[in-house]
């Protein structure tokens, strides 16, 4: 059974940093593509950011763009979001998201994705 488990959320004043972590239960060589999504009360699920584990190919949400880093340890099984210049817009929930194949559409459309983790809370205050 394929379990995604995020860590590191927390609460941080604006222009501060974050690092979350996704722990993979199975090599993450092994998936095609993982992702970082988010949602805040109210609003729709968001691709915050995306890399293809073989090629190591990232892309990014343009709200994120030059503040994120989406990165993999595959020593680790463990996917990564730096987060740095946090804004209040981005607190949200935090969710980790792979997918095993090659083809599915978009990469921040949820429905591309089939395993999910369980989400970290983020909160940054003004």
């Known amino acids: 059974q394929v379990q995604l488990v995020e860590s590191g959320g927390g609460s941080v004043q604006a222009g501060g940093s974050l690092r979350l972590s996704c722990a993979a239960s199975?090599?993450?060589?092994?998936?095609?593509?993982m992702g970082w999504f988010r949602q805040a009360p109210g609003k729709e699920r968001e691709g915050v950011a995306r890399?293809?584990?073989?090629?190591?190919?990232?892309a990014y949400a343009d709200s994120v763009k030059g503040r994120f880093t989406i990165s993999q340890d595959k020593a680790k099984n463990t996917l990564y979001l730096q987060m740095n210049s946090l804004k209040p817009d981005d607190t949200a929930i935090y969710y980790c998201?792979?997918?095993?194949?090659?083809?599915?559409?978009?990469?921040?459309?949820?429905?591309?994705?089939?395993?999910w983790g369980q989400g970290t809370q983020v909160t940054v205050s003004s």
């Open positions: 890399i293809y584990t073989l090629s190591g190919s990232t």
């Open positions: 998201a792979a997918d095993l194949r090659s083809y599915g559409g978009s990469w921040s459309t949820g429905s591309r994705y089939n395993y």
């Open positions: 199975r090599y993450i060589s092994s998936y095609y593509l």
